[in-house]
């Protein structure tokens, strides 16, 4: 079993910048992946960036250049940081995590991130 606890959201300004942490219960180096979701209302589920355990980084086209995924594997922990955040980026950010055995997936409670001047 893996808890993931997320943090780091809020209300920021069009413009502006957060840094969203994600803490595993447990280590992270064996992880499949982690990534980070999002959902707007009305809207589904979307992967906003994703780190695998060999090394790769995948980031969705609407956050490429402004968003960074990176992961601690010390601290069991991954981050992502947002730069440059548009009304659009509102959503509630979740983090998940890929454990290869037994396979499964575990989701976060979710953190609220609001762009509003």
């Known amino acids: 079993q893996v808890q993931l606890v997320e943090s780091g959201g809020g209300l920021v300004q069009p413009g502006g910048s957060l840094r969203l942490s994600c803490a595993a219960s447990?280590?992270?180096?064996?992880?499949?992946?982690m990534a980070w979701y999002r959902q707007a209302p009305g809207r589904q589920r979307e992967l906003v960036a994703a780190v695998f355990s060999g090394g790769q980084i995948n980031y969705a086209d609407a956050v490429k250049g402004r968003f960074t995924i990176s992961r601690d594997n010390a601290k069991n922990t991954v981050y992502l940081q947002m730069n440059s955040l548009t009304p659009e980026d509102t959503a509630v950010y979740y983090c998940n995590a890929k454990v290869p055995v037994p396979p499964n997936d575990y989701w976060g409670q979710g953190t609220q991130v609001t762009v509003s001047s």
């Open positions: 447990r280590n992270i180096f064996s992880f499949s992946s």
